[in-house]
């Protein structure tokens, strides 16, 4: 098996190649949704080349997006160049997880691969945190069944929203500050948005746990997740491959059905 895995967030969107046995490759790029089928395909086989693979060397493709207006290109690069129908979160692909929300239909995909990632490595009733554009706090039984969750604004877009609203704000990279107490605009800034969003999950990941009533293992996961680490102990493990993994543990459940 050659695998292409697409996992599309608004922002980035991560392609990885999986052997059979292990990820041999993956790449990111930034999500287009107006990228066609053949741009994907020419950007695709020049980085496949420079690790001595072939468009032509991957026999099954899985696809998770939340960019609906980029399925169609994305199924037709499978189509067109992989010579296979993909499994597509959402419409082919089935997950063996129970959705236990009132629509499951409007469940993310990312947070439902999300889920069957966090499940297959870590037992119990977990909160997943997903740093992204959004951040999210999905909560998976300990089934693996979804129960739903909390969407927040993500905290580069907070800080984009600062800068846009306020005339005088400047627009500042996110960083930990030393202190909370801020000394000049940068660095109140910096503090604002950075330890607000420590106090966001930590506040969240109280009242999920007080709501909930059992204990629950809290693992984090996204682009800026790396940025909190070791600044709150309410997070017990940060986990990058967290959606490369769910989508892997979906093609197999999916192969194995067939």
């Not at 099954?60 to 609906?68: D, E, G, L, M, Q």
């Not at 400047?170 to 909370?180: F, G, L, N």
């Not at 682009?223 to 493990?237: E, N, Q, R």
């Amino acid at each position: 098996m050659m695998l292409l895995a697409i996992e599309q967030g608004n922002t980035n969107t991560l392609f990885g190649v999986h052997d059979g046995t292990e990820w041999i490759a993956q790449w990111r790029s930034a999500t287009d949704s107006s990228r066609t089928a053949d741009e994907y395909a020419v950007w695709l086989a020049q980085l496949l080349s420079m690790n001595g693979l072939q468009l032509s060397g991957l026999n099954s493709c899985i696809i998770s997006s939340v960019v609906p207006q980029s399925i169609f290109n994305l199924r037709n690069l499978s189509r067109r160049y992989l010579h296979v129908e993909p499994l597509v979160i959402g419409e082919n692909a089935e997950l063996g997880i129970p959705i236990r929300i009132d629509k499951p239909s409007e469940a993310g995909a990312d947070r439902l691969v999300n889920a069957i990632g966090a499940h297959v490595v870590y037992p119990g009733t977990l909160i997943v945190i997903d740093s992204g554009t959004a951040t999210t706090f999905d909560v998976i039984a300990e089934d693996g069944g979804f129960e739903g969750g909390v969407i927040a604004p993500g905290i580069n877009l907070s800080m984009e929203a600062l800068h846009q609203a306020a005339a005088k704000l400047p627009r500042v990279a996110i960083q930990k500050p030393q202190r909370v107490l801020g000394k000049d605009t940068v660095g109140a800034m910096q503090s604002g948005v950075f330890w607000g969003y420590i106090a966001l999950i930590e506040g969240l990941i109280s009242r999920l746990k007080a709501e909930w009533g059992a204990p629950m293992t809290v693992v984090a996961t996204g682009g800026v997740a790396s940025l909190f680490h070791g600044a709150t102990m309410a997070i017990d493990h940060f986990d990058p491959d967290l959606t490369i993994r769910g989508l892997l543990e979906i093609h197999r459940r999916n192969s194995a059905a067939a």
